[in-house]
C-alpha cells in the first residue's frame, strides 16, 4: 500500500511540475459568457484589419494596413506578448466582410478589430464581432447608420458622413455661394448615404437640388450621366465616392459640357492618387478629408512611413494616421484589461469591450479619441481641402 500511495504522489508531483505556472487557475474576470482570450508564451496577441487588398481599391487596403503594421513596430507589446497584425482581404463588401469576420473569430487568439475599412463591409461583419465579443475601431467606415445600431463592439475613429456632409453642404452654399448643386454618387453605402445627407443639409439651407446621379463603379465612361447633370444646369457638383471613379468623372466633365463647374468630393477622392489620374483637370477639385496638421508626432510618422514603403503618408488614402491611431488605441485598451499568470496571458473580452468603449482621452498622432455611448470615438471632423498646382491644399 505505501508503495502504491508513493507511486500515485510521484505522478501528481510530475504532473505539477510538467504544468507549471501555464496550468494556473483563470482569472474570475474569465467567468463570463464572453470568457477570455488564453495565450500562451509562444503565441501572440492578434488584431485584425480588413479591407480592399485587391482590386480597383486596393490602394486604400494597402496604405491602412501599412500604418498599422508601423503601429505594431513602435506599440505592439501587451505586457511582454507581441502584438500581431491578422490582415485580410474583404473586397470592400458585404460577402467578403461577413467571410472574414467568421475566419477572424475562429481564431482564439485574436481579440480586437481595426476596421472594417469600408461600411458595407462592417455592416455585414459587426453581428459576427458582437456574438464573438470582439471590439472594433474602425478608422474609415464613416456611414452614419453603423452607430445608430446599438452596438456594444463597434466604434470609430473617423468622423461621419453626417459630419462630414453637413459640413460640405454648409459650405458649399455659405462659403463658396452655390444655390444650384446636382449630386452624383457610386450607389455604395458609403457613396450614395453621404450624397444624401449633403443633399438633405443644402436644400434645408435654402439651396436647390437639381440632379442625383448613380453610376456603377469600375467603368471608364461616364458621359451619360454627366450628359443628365449638364442638362440641369447646376454651379456644383457633388460627388459621393472614390477617386477611382471620381477622376474619370473630372477627366470627363468638360467634354460633357461642364467646364467651369465645381467639383466637390466626400474623404473617399482625397490623395494623390486622385491627382495623378486628373493632372491640370483636377484645378479647383474640393475634398473633405481627415488629415491632421504637421506636428511633430505627425512628421516623424510621415518620415517612418516613407522608410518603410517608398512612397509618402497620405498618397495611397486619407486614412493614413487614423489607422495607425485605431491600432494604437486598441493596444492601450488590451493591455489595460490583460492579466498574467505564469506563462499565459488571459485577456477579458467583456472587460475589453468595455475598455474601448470608455476610452477617454487617448492621444494619438492624428488627434485625441474620447469614445461616446454610442462608440463614436472622433472629436474633430472634416478638413475641407482645395487643388491648386498640382496639390491639395487647405481651402479657405
Known amino acids: 500500500m505505501k508503495r502504491i500511495v508513493l507511486f500515485v504522489m510521484l505522478v501528481v508531483a510530475f504532473v505539477l511540475a510538467a504544468c507549471g505556472p501555464a496550468a494556473a487557475t483563470a482569472p474570475e474576470v474569465c467567468n463570463t459568457e464572453l470568457g477570455c482570450a488564453v495565450i500562451n ?11 480592399p487588398m485587391t482590386g480597383d481599391y486596393s490602394q486604400f487596403g494597402v496604405d491602412m ?38 475566419k477572424l473569430v475562429s481564431d482564439p487568439t485574436f481579440v480586437a478589430m481595426a476596421g472594417h475599412a469600408f461600411s458595407g463591409a462592417t455592416a455585414a461583419a459587426m453581428p459576427i464581432y458582437e456574438k464573438a465579443g470582439i471590439p472594433m475601431m474602425s478608422p474609415s467606415a464613416t456611414n452614419p447608420d453603423l452607430t445608430a445600431q446599438g452596438s456594444a463592439v463597434f466604434n470609430r475613429n473617423a468622423f461621419t458622413d453626417a459630419e462630414q456632409g453637413k459640413g460640405a453642404a454648409t459650405y458649399l452654399y455659405e462659403t463658396l455661394g452655390i444655390k444650384k448643386l446636382a449630386f452624383i ?14 443633399e438633405e443639409t443644402f436644400v434645408s439651407l435654402g439651396g436647390e437640388s437639381v440632379a442625383f446621379e448613380a453610376i456603377t463603379p469600375g467603368e471608364s465612361d461616364y458621359s451619360a450621366p454627366l450628359a443628365a447633370v449638364a442638362a440641369a444646369e447646376p454651379e456644383a457638383i457633388y460627388f459621393g465616392g472614390y477617386n477611382a471613379e471620381a477622376s474619370v468623372l473630372v477627366n470627363q466633365m468638360e467634354q460633357a459640357g461642364l467646364s467651369g463647374v465645381i467639383f466637390f468630393g466626400g474623404d473617399g477622392i482625397y490623395g494623390k492618387d486622385f491627382l495623378a489620374k486628373v493632372g491640370d483637370k483636377g484645378e479647383g477639385v474640393y475634398a473633405a478629408t481627415l488629415v491632421p496638421p504637421g506636428t511633430d508626432a505627425i512628421l516623424a510618422f510621415n518620415e517612418a512611413y516613407l522608410a518603410a514603403y517608398g512612397t509618402e503618408a497620405g498618397v495611397l488614402s486619407a486614412y493614413t494616421w487614423n489607422s495607425y491611431d485605431a491600432v494604437g488605441a486598441l493596444i492601450q485598451a488590451i493591455n489595460s484589461v490583460a492579466i498574467v499568470e505564469g506563462d499565459t496571458l488571459y485577456i477579458p473580452r467583456a472587460a475589453l469591450v468595455e475598455a474601448v468603449r470608455s476610452m477617454n482621452g487617448y492621444q494619438g498622432i492624428a488627434g485625441v479619441i474620447s469614445c461616446q455611448e454610442n462608440g463614436e470615438c472622433n472629436a474633430s471632423g472634416p478638413v475641407f481641402y482645395i487643388v491648386e498646382g498640382g496639390e491639395w491644399i487647405p481651402a479657405e
Open 185 to 198: 454618387h457610386d450607389g455604395t453605402d458609403y457613396g450614395q448615404g453621404l450624397a444624401k445627407v449633403v
Open 41 to 51: 508564451k509562444d503565441q501572440t496577441v492578434k488584431i485584425g484589419f480588413a479591407g
Open 65 to 102: 494596413s501599412n500604418a498599422m503594421k508601423l503601429a505594431v513596430a513602435d506599440l505592439g507589446d501587451v505586457q511582454g506578448w507581441k502584438v500581431e497584425m491578422a490582415i485580410e482581404d474583404d473586397g470592400g463588401g458585404a460577402e467578403g466582410g461577413a467571410a472574414v469576420a467568421n
